[in-house]
T-cell receptor, first 114, second 114 residues
Framework: KAGVTQTPRYLIKTRGQQVTLSCSPI?????VSWYQQTPGQGLQFLFE???????NKGNFPGRFSGRQFSNSRSEMNVSTLELGDSALYLC?????????????FGPGTRLTVL | AQSVTQPDIHITVSEGASLELRCNYS??????LFWYVQSPGQGLQLLLK??????LVQGIKGFEAEFKRSQSSFNLRKPSVHWSDAAEYFC????????????FGKGTTLSVSS
């Protein structure tokens, strides 16, 4: 069974631009969660989608948004990029809701904002 | 407030020695507990999880963890560390309730000396 895939793996953008990251979950998984990982803040929860509906959202500004498609694939968008958005963005999928199920993580997208 | 604390930022252990990584949590509901490992440049891999039942859980790669409700702890142990265990380890807490996010600790970096 294929694992969670994320594209692109690396991305370099400049301040003010916007970016879209993509995540394909494991086949059959209906939940997709997104996390931001930085050396200072660790792993911070962004949001979770389940069956195309946002089920939970972390404490991030509205510049961070996401969506999930009918095939469970998910995209995350960050608008008006800031230097502080430089991070590893991890996507995770699970059969059920994230809090009570094993999550399988993708390799991440490394975003650098210049 | 819900939180996970990993008191040790960095631990160095000799190869062949035993290992214990500490995790304390603060959570209102009955917690689901997880330990994940992250190797450099990789996503997170689940080592083990506790939902209910036997408080000593076995995981992959020879790891085990013990849930102690009275101490709000879920410490990870391994009797004999291998050089390949060098990585970052994350404790996380969640619950099987809609809208519950998985909360991660800041992580403990394990170095293995020969």
């Amino acid at each position: 069974k294929a694992g969670v895939t994320q594209t692109p793996r690396y991305l370099i953008k400049t301040r003010g631009q916007q970016v879209t990251l993509s995540c394909s979950p494991i086949s059959g998984h209906r939940s997709v969660s997104w996390y931001q990982q930085t050396p200072g803040q660790g792993l911070q929860f962004l949001f979770e989608y389940f069956s195309e509906t946002q089920r939970n959202k972390g404490n991030f500004p509205g510049r961070f948004s996401g969506r999930q498609f009918s095939n469970s694939r998910s995209e995350m968008n960050v608008s008006t990029l800031e230097l502080g958005d430089s991070a590893l963005y991890l996507c995770a999928s699970s059969l059920g809701l994230a809090g009570g199920n094993e999550q399988f993580f993708g390799p991440g997208t490394r975003l650098t904002v210049l | 407030a819900q939180s996970v604390t990993q008191p040790d930022i960095h631990i160095t252990v000799s190869e062949g020695a035993s290992l214990e990584l500490r995790c304390n949590y603060s959570y209102g509901a009955t917690p689901y507990l997880f330990w994940y490992v992250q190797s450099p440049g990789q996503g997170l891999q689940l080592l083990l999880k506790y939902f209910s039942g036997d408080t000593l859980v076995q995981g992959i790669k020879g790891f085990e963890a013990e849930f102690k409700r009275s101490q709000s702890s879920f410490n990870l142990r391994k009797p004999s560390v291998h050089w390949s265990d060098a990585a970052e380890y994350f404790c996380a807490v969640g619950a099987q309730q809609a809208g519950t996010a998985l909360i991660f600790g800041k992580g403990t970096t394990l170095s293995v000396s020969s």
